[in-house]
Nanobody
């Protein structure tokens, strides 16, 4: 059974930083990542990372966000710097294995101007 436990969201002023964590259990996942859902909008990709460390970022977060993973702990992180109000939303951890996708419960990130 796959379980994802997210932590690290909160309220921060523009220009500030937050670090999200997602601890996974139940398998070793080929791809781990983060998506977000801004208020009134659809869920969108933020960043992904493969088991080997290859990363992919949305253009809107390149240079500001860094995704990493600790394979020994089966945990994925998202370091978010230079946050902007448009980064506000619910952030969801996502893991993938053999074509199956699993989602965390989501953690709220609010960036005030």
């Amino acid at each position: 059974q796959v379980q994802l436990v997210e932590s690290g969201g909160g309220l921060v002023q523009a220009g500030g930083s937050l670090r999200l964590s997602c601890a996974a259990s139940g398998s070793i996942f080929s791809i781990m990542g983060w998506y977000r859902q801004p208020p009134g909008k659809q869920r969108e990709l933020v960043a992904t990372i493969t088991h080997g460390g290859t990363t992919n970022y949305a253009d809107s977060v390149k240079g500001r966000f860094t995704i990493s993973r600790d394979n020994a702990k089966n945990t994925v992180y998202l370091q978010m710097n230079s946050l902007k109000p448009e980064d506000t939303g619910v952030y969801y951890c996502n893991v993938q294995i053999f074509g199956s996708l699993f989602w965390g419960q989501g953690t709220q990130v609010t960036v005030s101007s």
